[in-house]
């Protein structure tokens, strides 16, 4: 019975580091079309709650997936969404 507990337990630890390898951390900076960094701009995986926003000189960093969407909003801007990709 113990042995089947630790073979279960070692199942679980190898599943559950598959799924966190899924993840990476993304990071950007957000600016205008002049170039000027844009500060405390929404940075959101869609369909989630979780989200960031961007600092004093724009940059963020979020976790996500791969495939997952990043929503980017402001006021005053048109909302953009681009898709979290393979490539860095």
């Known amino acids: 019975m113990k042995r089947k507990i630790f073979l279960l337990l070692i199942a679980l630890w190898g599943t559950t580091s598959l ?3 899924q993840n990476k951390q993304i990071s950007g900076t957000v600016t ?3 170039g000027t960094p844009l500060p405390g701009v929404s940075v ?3 369909s989630t ?3 960031v926003a961007t600092d004093f000189d724009g940059k963020y960093s979020i976790e996500a997936s791969q495939g997952n969407v990043l929503l980017f909003s402001s006021m ?5 969404e681009k898709t979290v990709g393979k490539g860095g």
Request: proline share 0%; hydrophobic share 30%; net charge positive.
């Open 19 to 21: 799924l966190w390898a």
């Open 32 to 34: 205008d079309e002049k």
């Open 44 to 46: 959101q995986i869609k």
């Open 49 to 51: 709650t979780r989200g």
């Open 76 to 80: 005053g801007y048109a909302s953009q």
